[in-house]
């Protein structure tokens, strides 16, 4: 009995998984499982890319395999071992339907169950479509290429999506940094402030309390004078209270005239004033106050200099070649204002310029004179940031798409406008007056070579 188990087993070994003979043409898939050369290429007919070994479903990565010379003579001599029991039979005991004991032979589409003929008459499956075992399996193949294109597809989308998420995780991070340097500067700057009007309130703490010391030495001096009055008096009041009767009438008037008009000494103030430290808009955080002081500018054709070119939309202005003169321009040189104006308040435009030449933006006032044969220059008609700028307002780049945006932020009241670069966040220049009247935003070109221009632009 040991010795025919040991057989059987020998035997089992030396038969290929797929169609359950003894190996032809033994073959060798990297896993290390044997099968027949022509079992295996039927089994990976059709498929692309991965070839599952059908017993492990090791991923093999092409069809390469070897031939296994020494496995085909073993098995020649395992043929030559009589046997009572071949291969197939046992394979057939293991077809067997459970339910009626004959051979599954058939395979319903729709349940996905293998049937024997009893099984095919049954109710359950009258109706459904049945397939010889083997066709079954072709069609089933068919179906798990088709899976497996779908879940290739799927992956690959997957892996797209894993990418971009991690492209914007790393865009976050570059936004966080970039976020942190912009804070940075606005908090040295806000620490700049602080500072020096750290000293401003010191300086007028200073004197505060220097004019409130000379008030209480006043206060005190009054005060000692009028305890002396009302001693003096009180003393007597006792002297007159010891006269005789004509003595103490004949006094009596001047006496109680003097206690009538006594009044105690008016004191000065001595509160400290409540004068703290306030901190201008801007102070509060570029995209704040960009967001709360916005406005919206349009530019005006009519006050535009001959030389440029307003877009129908009104929202940029750029040098043209030709030269017209027009009697509206407001100024001989080539710039153009706002349709709006501001006469109170606070507000904050863009502006970007683009291309290489010389410009200029700012304020000027309205009742600037028109045909002033003068640039834009800080006096009493013009505030201008190009005056002011510490680097060159010559764009000289090789590149024509050159852009450079800034932030002008007015603040009426206060007499300030303040400039910044939005490129890179930065804090430029701050300019004081007192405006007396409604001021226009101006842009100013100056002469290009290459296409140059100004727009406004709204902020995100």
Not at 112 to 122: F, K, M
Not at 453 to 459: M, N, P
């Amino acid at each position: 009995m040991a010795f025919e188990a040991s057989l059987a087993d020998l035997q089992a070994e030396a038969s290929c998984p797929l169609c359950l003979d003894y190996i032809r043409d033994s073959v060798t898939l990297e896993c290390g499982h044997n099968f027949c050369d022509s079992c295996i290429h039927e089994r990976w007919n059709n498929l692309e890319g991965i070839f599952p070994c059908p017993v492990c479903l090791y991923h093999c990565p092409d069809r390469n395999f070897k031939k296994n010379n020494q496995l085909c003579h073993i098995i020649d001599i395992i043929k030559q071992i009589p046997t009572r029991r071949t291969k197939w039979k046992c394979q057939e005991e293991k077809l067997l339907c459970e339910k009626h004991n004959e051979l599954l032979d058939l395979f319903c589409e729709k349940d996905l169950e293998l049937l024997c003929p009893q099984c095919r008459v049954s109710t359950d499956h009258h109706d459904h479509v049945l397939d010889p075992i083997s066709k079954a399996a072709v069609s089933q193949r068919k179906e798990l290429q088709r899976y497996t294109k779908f879940l290739k597809k799927k992956i690959k989308n997957a892996e797209m999506n894993y990418e971009s998420q991690y492209l914007n995780m790393y865009e976050v991070r570059r936004k966080r940094e970039n976020w942190k340097k912009e804070l940075q500067r606005e908090f040295e700057e806000i620490k700049t402030f602080l500072k020096k009007n750290q000293a401003l309130i010191n300086s007028s703490l200073l004197l505060e309390v220097e004019d409130m010391e000379k008030k209480l030495i006043n206060n005190k001096h009054q005060i000692s004078t009028y305890i002396s009055t009302l001693k003096n008096l009180l003393n007597e009041i006792a002297m007159k209270s010891l006269q005789s009767d004509m003595d103490l009438l004949t006094s009596i008037e001047i006496l109680r005239d003097r206690y009538e008009q006594l009044s105690a000494p008016d004191a000065s103030s001595c509160e400290f004033k409540k004068n703290h430290g306030t901190l201008p808009p801007h102070y509060f955080g570029l995209q704040k106050m960009i967001s709360t002081f916005q406005v919206d500018l349009t530019l005006d054709p009519k006050t535009a200099h001959s030389s440029l070119t307003v877009s129908e939309d009104r929202k940029s202005v750029m040098v043209r070649t030709s030269y017209f003169d027009n009697p509206a321009e407001y100024t001989a040189y080539p710039a153009v204002l706002s349709c709006e104006g501001f006469e109170s308040g606070r507000h904050f435009w863009q502006v970007e310029v683009r291309g290489t030449g010389e410009w200029s933006i700012g304020l000027c006032k309205e009742s600037v004179v028109r045909k002033c044969q003068k640039s834009p220059v800080l006096n009493t008609c013009f505030w201008s940031f190009k005056q002011f700028m510490s680097i060159s307002e010559t764009l000289d780049t090789e590149q024509e798409n050159n852009l450079v945006r800034f932030g002008i932020f007015l603040d009426f009241e206060r007499g300030e406008t303040s400039v910044y670069n939005l490129n890179n966040r930065a804090y430029l220049y701050k300019f004081n007056d007192i405006f007396t009247e409604k001021v226009m935003p101006y842009f100013a070109i100056g002469p290009a070579l290459k296409p140059f221009s100004i727009s406004l632009a709204r902020g995100e």
